[in-house]
């Protein structure tokens, strides 16, 4: 008889421990490796000089530079592989002219293929995910069942040709996970 009562108890102590020790452990978001569809939006500026920081921590562009902005919206396929991964994405982006500026008013179409990243994930399912090209940080978090991820980048300060210059993109992704 003692040896069922050990037997039945077992099994009832593992269903108590795992959950914790899933969730405490590491391992347990190696479950995120696969294929992720995205959704995102977001918003950029764009000015002709750099910009400096305030006081306060906000970006300022000099009073003397062409300023617009950009409104997005973005779809696309991310791969996570054990550490790292590469995204696909199309923004569509619609442009604002902003002062004097003669930037016209338009809808962009631009796309980044195999962006790679790798990320880093807390015991509690916060990600922090860091593109390899440039070092732009995304930061969110996933699920406790591994179905869906936000992703948040914001106020990164990027220098590329005109007409974009220096751009500074606040965006929100989700992504929901469509295979292993």
């Not at 338009?106 to 293929?113: D, G, P, T, Y």
């Not at 106020?155 to 992504?175: D, G, H, K, M, S």
């Amino acid at each position: 008889m003692k040896k069922l009562a050990v037997l039945l108890m077992i099994p009832a102590l593992a269903m108590f421990m795992v959950p914790s020790l899933a969730s405490a452990n590491w391992y347990y978001w190696w479950g995120i490796q696969g294929t992720w569809q995205m959704s995102a939006s977001g918003s950029c500026l764009h000015s002709s000089e750099p910009y400096s920081q305030s006081a306060a921590g906000g970006w300022i562009a000099p009073g003397t530079s062409n300023v617009y902005a950009g409104v997005t919206v973005a779809n696309g396929t991310w791969i996570f592989k054990h550490g790292g991964g590469t995204y696909s994405q199309r923004i569509y982006a619609t442009i604002l002219p902003g002062g004097d500026i003669s930037i016209p008013v338009e809808v962009r179409v631009l796309a980044a293929k195999d962006v790679a990243f790798t990320y880093a994930i807390t015991p509690s399912g916060d990600i922090t995910v860091t593109q390899t090209n440039n070092g732009i940080q995304s930061f969110g978090s996933i699920s406790i069942d591994k179905k869906t991820m936000t992703l948040l980048t914001a106020n990164n300060v990027q220098n590329f040709p005109a007409p974009f210059w220096y751009t500074i993109c606040n965006t929100e992704r989700t992504l929901i996970k469509v295979g292993e």
